[in-house]
């Protein structure tokens, strides 16, 4: 039963909190500090009962080392979650990363039971990755279907554009994870694919009808959820015609009414990152929790305030705005989600003590591996196989959306030493570089600044959080069609985002070597590259004066 | 006593072998994947009695499990050694990374017993870390004197640019780590301080009389062997009035004649990496393993085939071309190394248990980071402390060696974030990047491929390692003539190299705000760059756009 006391109220609201932390072992070593907790922090909300842990960054065994000591500094049974859509590597270096959902959708188009299984796989793949690192429960699958080519936060990371292949493979997904007893969460609800706004940096505004959402959105949770999906995060989105002024997040007819009542949903709710602007900008910390917890949510997540948070809650309950039993509905959906993956393992000291001593060097298995090549090979399209031209001088120009961490390219990366053997010297364009672009609109790229040679472009685009709209005003149809009629387009190859692969193929003359891939990680790299440059041994022969530009 | 059988004998021999590997836990982590073994390879060398191990690369808390792991797999207590000179922190996140030994060498022409206080207090924190980690060796001091403006690989890893500041610095470092019963290596003999060749690119070589390397290059060595060194590291350097043929790591004159005999050096005498370009392109590894072992030298570093190493130095002592007697000695200079800092321990599997519990959030203690602030603070030189002007449009121009990957420079990086807000938006000039430079001598910069306004210019250089004269290359002292010709140059700060500061400050207005550090940290772009701006607040506010183009 719920205590009475303060003290005891406020360690029971605390359970319902999930705060964020770094993977890393050590203060400095936080990424993102203004949204990290210090280790002191983090300890402290542990002892005052905080119930869960969103963790970014650092490596596979540093998370193990990490879920191990926070679980140390509570007396509860922690939940230990993270985004990782993509596999374990996507976050922490050491895991897997496998290719985007969406390659998984575009295979689905041809080989529907190749894709299902692939999709089931992938799930396995990062269940049993998680677990290992001491994570519980994953943030995934999306369940957003990107029928909005300007989406500019969902795009490759849905498994589709329509309902049924997304259904089919979250739910395939789902059944990968859950049988490595790690919980699951169905995202971003009632759907975040029909946005050309990203809620990390604003609201989005939908307005469809609910009639329309039953026959499209909602489609893929209410699949989830009648295949026991363990969690449901509600999105911020603003559904106009169901709840004019709060965000799904926030709103009680999209929380209770709709996914718990209609859906019948009777797992976790949990809300998307309290500390994004789509909330931020709106609504104080204290009503964001209140009003999100009134509407139905569970679990918090990420509040930018935890001691406030916790706080405004407990007032709503004390003065019965909120009827305690939510509180009591809450604690028992977590305890039972717990319960489900055998978390009572976890508050055993001496289990805690013996994993320590795994050998975490062996993280991924074969099966592992042969599903990252499978999903390379299916998904890759070339549209002319080549080979790009060996040349005396050449310019290898790739764009990529941040260097610093970007873990896309490194002293290994295909896209950067492959070409450089067929006489293409690598230039980097990015956000924090000298432009390549002048101020004309039909051949925008300033080619004096390159230097002389036909160029390979590599382009590095899909669609990240918080970029906005920013990767949509750069120029590339048009600098494509500016290479090609100065006869400079030695071959191109497009990551990530289908969208602009395809408004790039309305220009592409078929006679230039070109190939998409949704991927981005070393293995996509290695294939698409490969595959232009005629698949052979300078693969793997390095230049040293190549290498010297790296080490330091 | 040595075993005559040829299994018995490999094992032996391979204990006198330092193998290089990784610091992260699984192979697709490592960054030098033709430099690193894999998983595999390394478990294989452990079994066969290889007896030491190099590591570069991972944090930490990897460190820790890795040494753990790897010294599972063997039966002898292994030699775990780093090239950690700055800090735990220079290889492994989630060390401390201090500045570099020459800040200490500037701060010892003005206050001596400050400098030998705070080298010694250099040491005991990079010898506790160490130790932490699980690393029982570290491969410093550097004893060379850097008397060489050009040299491209020193630079500020010396102590100082005479005999006496790096012979009472290196000493004091060296009490700081023994005090930690870490073993301490005084590198590279006879000095690679004169030099204006990089040994990882080619040999270079030294016509100095011995008489004359008596009166300077080897006093810091003699006066470190004095102290109690426990290992001297032979570099590839061919001193040719002491030996025409052969680099100081194959010379019996120099290793036998002139350390052991002369010098008196009883402790371990090990090569530097025989995977140098000095060696390989001229010697096969099988003769050098060879030659090195006779000259003297009991431990062969990180030869490019560690089978045929053994195998050629076991021949050699089979058809006794190498005295049986020689192996011996070296076994046992290598067991009473090991002996002086209690390796016992490290056989005893219980005890390694144990090891992996320790909380390692906080392998940083508070006399660390009072060290780190002391040396920037101490070592910062303030030409003129600005303020550097606020600005509608400016731009914040930043030299860096290399983009992937760069430690120095993140979203937390006061260098990129704090001119953000005073109006200079930045830009990253890089190897890898559109060249900022166009061909004109005078006035090499092309302005128009930056924004307009004024230029905050940022230079991180320091002679590393691998890039040989790259750097020597780069006209910034013309540069900063134009700007200032132009009325453009707002404000500047050299990090790192000081005879690049030397040539600067004799063309710079004194009327423009500027500085230079020794060190690339955080840490010292803190300092310099908040005094430039007027010490204020705005340095932790951190602009939102700013924070987005980071993240991914």
Known sequence: MIEKDLVGLKNKVAELIIVRASGHATDSQREYPQWELTNLELRRCMEEGVGGVILFGGTTIELEHRTNLIQQWSNKPLLFCADVEEGIGQRFSGGTTLLPPMSVGQIYKNNPDDAIELAENYGRCIGRQAKICGLNWVLAPVCDINNNINNPVINVRAWGEDSLSVSVLAKAFQR????????????????????????????????????????????????????GVDSVMTGHLLLTNIDAYNPATLSFSLTTELLRNQLGFKGLVVTDALSMKAITKNYGIEKASIMAFAAGADLILM?????????????????????????????????????KIGAKEFTDKKQQLIRSQLDLSVIEEKEDRRLVNELVKQSLVIRNPGPVEKVEEGVNLIRIDSIMPNSLLGNKSPSLFLPENFGYKTTIVHYFGISPWRNNSDEPLDLDRFQKGPIF???????????????????????????????????????????????????????????????????????????????????ISIKDNFFQAFTD
Not at 187 to 192: A, D, V
Not at 493 to 515: C, F, T
């Open 176 to 227: 990968g994870i859950s049988s490595q007893k790690v919980l699951t969460c169905a995202k971003h609800f009632p759907g975040h694919g029909n946005t050309s706004v990203d809620s990390h940096l604003q609201l989005p505004i939908i307005d469809s009808e609910l009639s329309l959402l039953k026959e499209f959105e909602l489609i893929p949770f209410k699949d989830l959820i009648d295949e």
């Open 303 to 339: 509040p930018s305030d935890v001691e406030k948070a916790i706080d405004a809650i407990c007032q709503a309950l004390i003065s019965e705005k909120i009827p305690i039993q939510r509180l009591q509905e809450s604690l028992e959906r977590r305890t039972n989600a717990l319960a």
């Open 457 to 539: 472009l590599q382009i590095f685009m899909r669609g990240n959080p918080f970029k906005g709209t920013r990767d949509n005003q750069e120029p590339w149809v048009k600098a494509i069609q500016q290479l090609q009629k100065a006869q400079l387009l030695a071959g191109l190859v497009v990551y990530g985002n289908p969208y602009l692969w395809q408004k790039i193929i309305e220009v592409l003359h078929s006679s230039i070597p070109s190939a998409y891939t949704p991927g981005q990680i070393y293995e996509a790299q290695t294939k698409a590259i490969s595959t232009l440059f005629g698949n052979n041994n300078s693969l």
